[in-house]
């Protein structure tokens, strides 16, 4: 199976926040900042459910490259699971207000 854009996409969003954010579970501030920035990613990119499982699949392997350069630590698993959870609520209901709305969207931004 090839991984659709959305992979790709989610890759890049989560080295694009590395550098506001730092390792985002460190603070509150990247929590605060990478959490609505997925949910508006999510928003944009994901139609459906296959499209945000790509996306979130996409955010986790460049978190987990990303952690796996800056050096995991001795709690990596643990780190990576809480992030898994995380992700996937903003990604799953940003998914969720765009399969709801997503005329809504078309109709008021044209995209």
Do not use: D, Q
Not at 11 to 22: E, Q
Request: proline share 5%; aromatic share 16%.
């Amino acid at each position: 199976m090839k991984p659709k854009p959305g992979f790709f996409v989610g890759i890049a969003v989560a080295l694009a926040l590395y550098p506001f954010t730092g390792w985002w579970l460190n603070s509150s501030e990247g929590v605060r900042i990478t959490l609505p920035v997925l949910f508006g990613v999510a928003v944009l990119v994901a139609g459906c459910w296959e499209r945000a499982t790509w996306l979130w699949l996409g955010v986790l392997a460049g978190m987990t490259g990303l952690l796996g350069w800056l050096g995991p630590g001795n709690i990596w698993p643990i780190v990576l699971v809480i992030a898994a959870l995380l992700t996937a609520v903003a990604i799953g209901m940003g998914a969720l207000v765009k399969a709801r709305f997503g005329r809504a969207f078309k109709w008021i931004f044209h995209f």
